[in-house]
């Protein structure tokens, strides 16, 4: 059974840190690309950054680069994010996800979100 557990979210003032933690279990986590996406109440969910299976390789939505960081440990099955100079904007449930393609199998798994929000 796949799991992915979100932990780390909560509420926090503009300006402030926050740092996501997604466990995995069930997969070969290597092969996974691991992705962070938010959805905020009224809008639809959006791709906020992305880490490769292989060679580590990122990238990041434009509102969120230069504050925020994903980063991955092979050896715990967790992906993270790191987010920096938070803004009210960012505030939105926050989900882990899990890819892997094996043509012509795909592999797409969801955590349950944890809520972040950013308000003074």
């Known amino acids: 059974q796949v799991q992915l557990v979100e932990s780390g979210g909560g509420l926090v003032q503009p300006g402030g840190s926050l740092r996501l933690s997604c466990a995995s279990s069930g997969i070969t986590f290597n092969n996974y690309a691991m992705s962070w996406y938010r959805q905020a109440p009224g809008l639809e969910r959006e791709l906020v950054a992305r880490i490769a299976s292989v060679g580590g390789s990122t990238m990041y939505a434009e509102s969120v680069r230069g504050r925020f960081t994903i980063s991955r440990d092979n050896a715990k099955n967790t992906v993270f994010l790191q987010m920096n100079s938070l803004k009210p904007e960012d505030t939105a449930f926050y989900y882990c996800?899990?890819?892997?393609?094996?043509?012509?199998?795909?592999?797409?798994?969801w955590g349950q979100g944890t809520q972040v929000t950013v308000s003074s």
């Open positions: 996800n899990a890819r892997h393609s094996n043509f012509p199998e795909i592999y797409n798994y």
